[in-house]
């Protein structure tokens, strides 16, 4: 099985940066790739940015395009989301999500395996 542990939340005022990372064990069930989600209070889970496990390709939900951005290790064993610019709106629990297979699925129902969790609160 694939663990997955988040870390790198906190508070911080808007116009502030973050960074958060997601550390795999189990890095040997491959190939896979990678996603981060949130979910506000009161809402769903929504999806934020993934990479792909080969090329490295990238994709953002509009809402974080220009401020958000996504990266690997060189090891394939960390993920990390560098959240610039952050708005009180960004505030939510950020999960680190894995998936068996190489493409990037923005559907959370098709990821395997899921992080506990990080808080990020953005005051105004």
């Known amino acids: 099985q694939v663990s997955l542990v988040e870390s790198g939340g906190g508070l911080v005022q808007a116009g502030g940066s973050l960074r958060l990372s997601c550390t795999a064990s189990?890095?040997?069930?491959?190939?896979?790739?990678m996603g981060w989600f949130r979910q506000a209070p009161g809402k769903e889970r929504e999806f934020v940015a993934g990479?792909?496990?080969?090329?490295?390709?990238?994709t953002y939900a509009d809402s974080v395009k220009g401020r958000f951005t996504i990266s690997r290790d060189n090891a394939e064993t960390t993920v990390y989301l560098q959240m610039n610019m952050l708005k009180p709106e960004d505030t939510a629990v950020y999960y680190c999500?894995?998936?068996?297979?190489?493409?990037?699925?923005?559907?959370?129902?098709?990821?395997?395996?899921w992080g506990q969790g990080t808080q990020v609160t953005v005051s105004s």
């Open positions: 999500a894995a998936r068996r297979g190489v493409g990037i699925v923005t559907t959370l129902q098709d990821y395997d395996y």
């Open positions: 189990g890095r040997t069930l491959r190939p896979y790739a």
């Open positions: 990479i792909s496990w080969l090329s490295g390709r990238t």
